[in-house]
């Protein structure tokens, strides 16, 4: 298959049809933008509001999984009887699992922002359809459409997974 890419005035380029945001491309967004049907599906603009979307998600879980372990590492080891040292430990893995999540995510949002950048954003990985805006909106870190989670889903409750 060839590949065909021509890049906009933008600094937008569409790769066959579809468009890719690089990085260092900056789209500016009115106030109070949403994704439109009425619009391109996954138009520049789109992809910078989804950019912009799972951008501040990354930051925001960083921070917060910095502070966890500030609060692990500031927090006192000297504890008391054994009742209170258990919740603690308790608190900590609790805290350690948390952060665990946060990385995986973390590393989705990556993957997602790096399919913005490539043109293959909103795209369903195996069928190649529209994931669709509201899915995305509620789910930015998608790659599959409903249709193909709900199959992927099917199959591993039949292989007991």
Partial sequence: MNSTATTLDNGVTREDGR????ITTQIDLPPGYR????????????????RNKLREWRDQLV??????MENLRDEVRDVGDEAERATRETENSL???TRDRY????SKIDKALRRI????YGYCEETDEEIGLERLDARPIATLSL???ERREHLQKQMGD
């Avoid at 468009?19 to 690089?22: D, S």
């Avoid at 994704?35 to 989804?50: C, G, I, K, N, V």
């Avoid at 990385?103 to 973390?106: T, V």
Wanted: no cysteine; aromatic share 10%.
């Fill in 35 to 50: 994704p439109s049907s009425d619009e391109e599906y996954m138009s520049p603009r789109h992809l910078a509001y989804f």
């Fill in 95 to 97: 805290e350690l699992r």
């Fill in 63 to 68: 921070e917060e999984s910095r502070q966890t």
């Fill in 117 to 120: 950048e490539e043109g293959r």
């Fill in 147 to 149: 249709d193909a989670q």
């Fill in 103 to 106: 990385r995986k995510l973390i």
């Fill in 19 to 22: 468009y890719a945001l690089p």
